[in-house]
């Protein structure tokens, strides 16, 4: 008896010590680990390849989000023919996963629609040009059109009480420098 209780004391100690330690050995792993594999690097990296890819300049908001952010990666997405080739810019934050704003760009010929059904505002940014405020699949999104490319500034729903879409008006007149 004694030694039965000594077994299942051992096993239960030694399945205690293996759960502990591949839970420890299992954590996801850091973004700045994740991102770089699924073709992300640093925003001035992407940015470059964007703009010799269209042979064209590029010009960022200036202005973020008010709204902490950890890291900040870019990325030149370059499929087959222009049509779909777009570039983004991911900030996120490893300590609120609510904390997630999103740039994409791409030519105003390859734009993506926008459908009315999803539109709540429209706004005329300081060079007179309008913007639309829409709600996409957990995304408030400000899409505008400048020097030839639909900018789309995304932010996760979650923040909207921090994030208004003044405040997108507000990073998108940004790149007025």
């Known amino acids: ?49 964007f703009e010799q890819h269209f042979k064209q300049r590029l010009k960022l908001p200036l202005r973020v989000p008010p709204i902490s952010f950890t890291h900040h990666f870019g990325r030149f997405n370059d499929l ?6 777009s570039f983004e810019v991911e900030f996120i934050s490893d300590l609120s996963s609510e904390n997630h704003y999103k740039i994409d760009v791409r030519p105003i010929k390859y734009g993506i629609p926008k459908r009315e ?20 699949s957990g995304f408030n999104v400000l ?21 208004t879409p003044e405040n997108l008006v507000e990073i998108a007149n940004s790149i007025d420098y």
């Open 80 to 85: 087959e023919g222009d049509t779909n080739d």
């Open 143 to 163: 899409v505008f059109e400048r020097e030839n490319w639909q900018y789309m500034l995304s932010v996760d729903k979650r923040v909207s009480d921090k994030v």
């Open 117 to 136: 059904k999803y539109v709540l505002k429209t706004f005329e940014l300081n060079n007179g040009n309008e913007a639309t405020y829409m709600t996409i």
């Open 1 to 49: 008896m004694t030694r039965t209780i000594s077994l299942f004391l051992l096993s239960f100690c030694l399945l205690f010590l293996l759960t502990v330690f591949a839970t420890a050995n299992n954590k996801p792993s850091p973004y700045e680990v994740i991102y770089p594999e699924i073709g992300y690097k640093t925003v001035e990296e992407a940015s470059k390849d």
